[in-house]
């Protein structure tokens, strides 16, 4: 008889997990609290961003949830771009932590290259040309369109790994083979528990217990005149001090220092301004990050300014058109650790904590932690 599994939460965590459990041969059941996923799942840049990620496991997890992503869009005729990005250089700082990381990438066998502003006005004529030293290109990285993106995911594990969902059941209780849902009882061998900042709902002393916290986004979408394109997913230089895989840049505590001095505002917030493109030629832009538990639900126009202004510093954004804002909410580990993953009660598992990284990692992530405990 076919063994059985129950995901708790259709965001791409939960999806991540249930292509994973069915690639096993397990009979999958996905269970979601509402009619669709509408968290950070849908609420992100669309980014498969295997350049934030350090050399190593985590940069070949990266690698394998894009090749993931490729499957299932090529499987629904869903649309997706190997766009590559961009990191652009306004001063001394900036490009000389971007040829450091050249360098290393390379070493890494990453597949990068640096551009001149010549070649840059060249290619991508949107990337404003005043003071711009250069730029770190890498193909690598890939855009979905996350508001269609995760629906299409639920869909092809439908179609092709006949994963079942139930929408609309808000899952109160887990135990040892069960999930019960007001007066429903689920049961199933394997039970994985992925859903995101609610995991306090279902595991509340796990969770205080945890090193963890929670992150709130403040993000815009944005028209350019005439459908125009961008070329390539392109980050200002704060984003340098965001990803882990930077980090690795020895002068990279002399342009933290420089930042910090001259643009607290944007580091009290924990603003870095990159922009995606979708499909319609949409612009996906943003970030800041607020840690904490509980957060306003009303989101702030002074964050968003400061957003726009330093995206002005870099893009000819001038004639963009703002058509909506939002804030999305995911939980992030506070140890260092790229994810959370235990087994509470017997057969019973957690994934949560990617962080921003869950477009990124999670196929990668999910695949693996399966794969070691059947």
């Known amino acids: 008889m ?8 259709a965001g791409i965590v939960g999806l991540a997990t249930a ?3 069915a690639n096993k041969g397990y009979k999958v059941t996905v269970i979601e609290k509402t009619e669709k996923a509408v968290g950070a799942s849908i609420r992100n840049f669309g980014m498969v961003w295997p350049i934030g990620q ?3 496991q985590l940069y070949q997890l990266a690698k394998k ?6 499957e299932v869009c090529d499987g629904m005729g869903m649309w997706y771009n190997q766009s590559g990005s961009l990191h652009v ?3 001394k700082e900036e490009w000389a932590v971007l040829n450091e990381l050249f360098v290393q990438f390379e070493l890494e066998g990453r597949p990068v290259d640096l551009m001149n502003p010549s070649q840059i006005a060249l290619k991508y004529p949107h990337v404003k040309q005043h003071q711009l030293f250069g730029g770190l290109f890498s193909s690598d990285e890939m855009i979905v369109d996350p508001r269609i993106a995760v629906a299409n ?3 092809y ?3 092709f790994s006949g994963v079942d969902f139930l929408w609309n059941h808000t899952v109160q209780e887990v135990g040892i083979g069960y999930v019960k849902s007001g007066h429903l009882i689920f049961n199933a061998d394997k039970i994985f528990v992925c859903s995101g900042p609610d995991i306090e709902t279902l595991f509340p002393d796990t969770f205080n217990a945890l090193p963890i916290v929670k992150c709130k986004l403040q993000m815009m979408r944005m028209t350019l005149p005439m459908h125009q394109s961008i070329g390539t997913s392109v980050c200002g230089g704060l984003s340098l001090l965001h990803y882990n895989s930077f980090k690795q840049s020895p002068s990279l505590s002399v342009l933290s220092l420089k930042i910090a001095s001259e643009m607290p505002a944007y580091i009290q917030h924990g603003i870095h301004v990159m922009v995606s493109q979708h499909e319609a030629g949409e612009l996906t832009v943003g970030d800041s990050h607020e840690y904490g538990f509980t957060f306003e639900p009303f989101d702030q126009q002074y964050i968003n300014q400061l957003i726009l202004q330093y995206l002005n510093r870099f893009m000819n954004a001038e004639s963009w058109q703002l058509t909506a804002t939002w804030n999305g909410v995911y939980p992030k580990m506070t140890d260092g650790a790229s994810w959370y993953f235990s087994e509470p009660i017997n057969d019973v598992y957690i994934l949560n904590g990617l962080g921003g990284a869950g477009m990124t990692l999670s196929f990668g992530v999910a695949e693996k932690m399966v794969n070691d405990i059947l």
């Not at 076919?2 to 939460?9: H, R, Y």
């Not at 949830?65 to 490729?70: E, M």
């Open 65 to 70: 949830s894009a090749s993931v992503w490729k």
């Open 2 to 9: 076919k063994k059985t599994a129950i995901v708790v939460g």
């Open 153 to 155: 995911v639920s869909e």
């Open 19 to 21: 292509k994973a459990l």
């Open 157 to 159: 594990l439908k179609v």
């Open 89 to 91: 250089a306004y001063c």
């Open 54 to 56: 350090p050399d190593g």
